[in-house]
């Protein structure tokens, strides 16, 4: 499945209604620090740091990219319930480490501190993690 991503700047309202989906299907430790998903969408609109997997015009999967001047560090990557298992989540975390890469940044993934998820994930991609 060739799913594209792409930083979102300016979302339409339909990719409005996808990252709606995409993190209402996300597990209440994956917004921490932010209140809700519609925070968790509006800060990472306000600052630029939304990235998504576009399928078929369709946003299935998303990511907040924080660009620092020592290292990247990518955090709430959340795809659609009804999409995982299907490479999305993978697509958008090669193509961040393939940014980095070009940026000469080291890419660092940032979770909430303890969660078995965001572990193993850092464990499976060799990516260090920090505590959000």
């Not at 800060?43 to 630029?48: E, H, N, S, V």
């Not at 940032?110 to 193993?120: D, F, I, K, M, R």
Request: with cysteine; net charge neutral.
């Amino acid at each position: 499945m060739p799913v594209y991503v792409e930083s979102v700047t300016q979302p339409s309202p339909q990719d409005l209604t996808d990252l709606a989906k995409i993190y209402a299907d996300a597990p209440e430790w994956l917004l921490t620090p932010y209140a809700s998903a519609e925070a968790l969408i509006e800060a990472a609109l306000a600052d630029g740091s939304l990235i998504a997997g576009r399928f078929n015009d369709r946003l299935l999967g998303a990511a907040l990219l924080r660009r620092g001047d020592e290292a990247w560090r990518l955090s709430h990557l959340c795809v659609r319930k009804v999409t995982r298992k299907r490479g999305v989540g993978r697509r958008l975390l090669e193509e961040t480490q393939r940014l980095a890469s070009e940026a000469g940044k080291p890419l660092r993934l940032a979770a909430p501190a303890g969660h078995l998820e965001a572990s193993a994930l850092a464990a499976r991609t060799h990516l260090p993690l920090d505590s959000l």
